[in-house]
């Protein structure tokens, strides 16, 4: 599986930005899969944002993004989105995602796959 994250973009405090994760199957996303959104600031390690289990939809968010972030899948699109609401200059970072085949879920080290990463910015 590849993944293409899409949809970073400069903006303002208070606005939204949508991100995207297409996933390209030469493999199989499987129900026991876990699709995963991650940002890396600079000079910060990668830390867990959002995840959806592929098979029941279950979500889990960060406590630094919850009631602000959703995260849902368009399973036979093989999409995976992030939308984000009241955005914080403290959310500016690069987001990625990745696929856990495991079903882990929080921990980088739990996901076998990555995007190339889509900036974020969000101004004061």
């Known amino acids: 599986v590849q993944l293409q994250a899409s949809g970073g973009g400069l903006v303002q405090a208070g606005g939204s930005l949508r991100l995207s994760c297409a996933a390209s199957?030469?493999?199989?996303?499987?129900?026991?899969?876990?699709l995963g959104w991650f940002r890396q600031a600079p000079g910060k390690e990668r830390e867990f944002v959002s995840c959806?289990?592929?098979?029941?939809?279950?979500?889990y968010y960060a406590d630094s993004v919850k009631g602000r972030f959703t995260i849902s899948r368009n399973s036979a699109a093989n999409m995976v989105y992030l939308q984000m609401d009241s955005l914080k200059p403290e959310d500016t970072a690069v987001y990625y995602c990745?696929?856990?085949?495991?079903?882990?879920?929080?921990?980088?080290?739990?996901?076998?796959?990555w995007g190339q990463g889509t900036q974020v910015t969000v101004s004061s």
């Open positions: 990745g696929i856990s085949r495991r079903g882990g879920l929080r921990s980088v080290a739990d996901y076998n796959e």
């Open positions: 199957v030469s493999g199989r996303i499987f129900s026991s899969h876990v």
């Open positions: 959806i289990r592929w098979g029941t939809g279950g979500t």
